[in-house]
Structures are given as C-alpha cells and as structure tokens.
C-alpha cells in the first residue's frame, strides 16, 4: 500500500501556484491540480513528506464532490490519476466558509473565554451542538484566518450570492454528516471554498478530507474531553511536545510520526467512502 513519496512536481506545463500540499498548473481556462504528499502544521511545511496522503486528499475530495453535486456544482471535470484532477479555473471568492457541528477548537476557546457566540449556555467541550453553524472567515495568504459576520460577506460578494453559499454550506454538512456517521465517523466541522466559473457559483479546492476537516472515531467519542482525530493533530502535538517555536525552518518528523500520520489519512479515506485504498 505504502507508494513513493511525492514532494514536488516538475511537469512541463506553466505552474500556477505551489500551495501548501497541492501544486497547480495553468492550461487557460483549467487547471491541473496534483496533490503531494506535504505536510503543514502551524502554517509552515514540513521537510517530510507522508506516504500515501496526496493520494487519500485527491480520492476523498473527488468522492464528496461527486456525492454533493446534487446540491452545488463544483470545478471537477476528470480525475487524471489517484491524485490528480482536471478541473475548471474559477475567480476564487476570497472567504473560507466553515460549517461547525460540535463545539471545539477556535469555537470551545471563544465559548471558554465567554466572548459572544449566539450558542446556549452550560454545553462542554466537543459537545454536538443543537444546530450546525456557519462561521465564515477571511482567507489568509499568511498567519492564520479571521472570522468575520454575514453581513460583511453578503458586502463582499452580496446578499443573494451569500445566503446561496450558507446554504449550499449547511446542506453539504448535513449530508456528509449522516453518510459518515453511518460509517462510525463523526465529522466535527469543515470549511469549504467557492468561486465563480461563467458567471455561476461553484465549489472548489478539496471537500471533506482531513486537511480541511475534523473527523472523530464514535466509538472514541466523549464529551467533555479532547478526541481522537483523523487529521494533522497527531502531527501538532507531537510538534508541541518538542518545543518547537512554530517558526521556519520546521524540525524533520520522526519516522514513526510519518507513519501513524499517514495510516490515519488513509484509514479516514477507507472509513468514510467504505472503499479499500
């Protein structure tokens, strides 16, 4: 199972963009997605690359943006190979839309700190919440992103436009959601991004992986205490224990952390599709 690692790719077509894990060509009106197998945590990649993970983000966003379809069309338009997508370019719409099921992360931390949050009072930590929220935030080239209101993104890219995303948002959530628990995975809270092809509003980027997601095991779920991920925070804790100052250059992972990291991209891929890798 265990494939070679991919760091970066020289293909011999003008590059778009080098992302953080995906690198992206120009072909005119679309683009030419490869994931590698990068990591980053805390806004910085890391040296090692993790067997298998490019490959597990391409086959699980193309997987979610078929099953969603039906509800927002998105940029995909062939899927080249295990970790490679042709899809249409988009003018992106610059906002990273986050749907939250259960109170963690940012949210329990703002909740914790009793800042406003529109949520009732007494919930606990990692809590299913009485309804998904939608929690839009700016997209930051650098450093990390900021949560902004719906009234400042209906500005941005008006009213209409803005309820159709929330929407569209929230539907997705909803389904994902009920296909993963059936699958005994419980998925806390995503963001999704969108832009503009001909005029009509699509989804882009990757959808429902671990990069832009927290999955839980159910039967490892428990209230009120931090839970068991299927995403990078295997590799963020460990970063911790070490010290290290969150600043480049980042230390080298330890080969065991490389492969549990990756066993998890994996197994998050087997689990929520119900697919052998």
């Known amino acids: 199972m265990q494939s070679e690692v991919v760091l970066e790719t020289s293909l011999p077509l003008p590059l778009f963009k080098r992302g953080k894990v995906r690198d992206i060509y120009d072909l005119g009106d679309r683009l030419l997605i490869v994931s590698t197998d990068r990591i980053s945590a805390f806004d910085v990649v890391l040296p090692n690359g993790v067997p298998n993970k490019g490959e597990a983000l391409?086959?699980?966003?193309?997987?979610?943006?078929?099953?969603?379809r039906g509800i927002v069309q998105n940029h995909v338009l062939d899927v080249v190979d295990p970790r490679t997508v042709l899809v249409r370019k988009a003018d992106l719409i610059k906002i990273e839309f986050v749907v939250r099921g259960y109170l963690y992360g940012s949210l329990w931390e703002k909740y914790r700190r009793g800042e406003p949050t529109g949520l009732p009072k007494g919930l606990r930590k990692a809590e299913k919440l009485p309804t998904a929220i939608f929690t839009p935030t700016t997209k930051a080239e650098i450093g990390h992103d900021v949560e902004i209101t719906r009234a400042e993104v209906a500005r941005q890219i008006g009213e209409h436009c803005a309820k159709e995303i929330e929407e569209?948002?929230?539907k997705i959530y909803q389904r994902a959601s009920k296909k993963a628990e059936a699958n005994g995975i419980i998925i806390a809270d995503t963001k999704l991004e969108f832009g503009f092809c001909d005029k009509e509003l699509i989804l882009i980027d990757e959808l429902l992986t671990p990069d832009s997601s927290r999955f839980w095991l159910q039967e490892k779920y428990r209230v009120g205490e931090d839970q068991f991920s299927f995403d990078k925070q295997y590799v963020r804790d460990y970063l911790e224990s070490i010290g290290w100052n969150k600043q480049p250059p980042a230390p080298k992972l330890p080969m065991r952390v490389v492969r549990e990291t990756s066993k998890k991209y994996v197994e998050a891929y087997q689990k929520l599709t119900g697919r052998k890798f």
């Open 58 to 68: 391409n086959r699980l966003s193309v997987y979610w943006f078929k099953e969603t």
């Open 168 to 170: 569209a948002c929230l």
